[in-house]
């Protein structure tokens, strides 16, 4: 299986200004998203961004980077910039991996990438994980998405979906055991031809309520095939709270 890595890496961050080059264990956060993705088995990994702060620190550590257009409203965008720039064929599979997961399994890199390899007629991949702790299922920060039996979203909504209408009636204290539901995980697959056209759709109202870009592709007819991983990521960074989670799973106690 052929495929390649781009991770889209901006330095503004309204809760974390500067986020991708915050120090965790004596490196950049985005240098240790590109070590991650290398690990995935991937053709190619390159950071994409609008920053000549980022791609100096990308270089140093001797990583490919790609400064892209500081315009983009959104991070698919710039990886259609950076899949036209290299000239990759229409169904070369692209993964779009967070410059804020420094913990990333490659696993699960490579997971998204196969499911989308082995469904032509998907145009997108994610993923998700079974979701059994009630707390998680209720939190509108924690994405639900439904699938159908072969295994392509349905929908993706910030709602406790599918809901368990007799049962939730009764408490929200606990899940059914054998409610299907599923967190999503923020990882995804693309064929090239597909991110050139994602661009030139337009946003629907469930986009704009949910403030989920996947939603456009499901609105205007484009399936996600979705792969059921274990292999979710252990933290991402928003906040100063987040970063001080991340540093003490590599091992450090304090700020640098």
Known sequence: MDFVVVIPAR?????????????????????????????????????????????????KFGHDVMMTSDRHASGTDRL????????????????????DEPRIPPALIREVAQVLNDDPGASMSTAAFALANAT????????????????????FS??????????????KDSLPGD?????????????CGFLRT????????????????????????????????HHAPESDVNTPEDLEHVRHLFGENARP
Not at 24 to 53: C, F, N, Q, Y
Not at 142 to 152: A, E, F, I, N, Q
Not at 161 to 171: G, Q, S
Not at 198 to 220: N, V
């Open 11 to 59: 330095y503004a961050s309204t809760r974390l200004p500067g986020k991708a080059l915050v120090d965790i264990a004596g490196k950049p956060m985005v240098v240790h998203v590109v070590e991650r993705a290398k690990l995935s088995g991937a053709a190619e990994v390159w950071v994409a961004t609008d920053d000549r702060r980022i791609e100096e620190a990308v270089k």
């Open 80 to 99: 259609a910039e950076v899949a036209g720039l290299r000239g990759w064929s229409e169904d070369r599979i692209v993964m779009n991996v967070q410059g």
């Open 136 to 155: 998680r299922a209720f939190d509108p920060n924690l994405v639900k998405v439904v699938l159908d039996k072969h295994g392509r979203a349905l929908y």
């Open 158 to 171: 910030r709602a406790t979906i599918p809901w368990a209408r007799d049962e939730f009636a009764r408490t």
């Open 179 to 191: 409610l299907p539901l599923l967190g999503h995980i923020g990882l995804y697959g693309y064929r």
């Open 198 to 229: 994602y661009s030139t759709l337009s946003q629907p109202a469930i986009e704009r309520f949910e403030a989920l870009e996947q939603l456009r592709a499901l609105w205007h007819g484009f399936s996600i095939a979705v792969t059921i991983s």
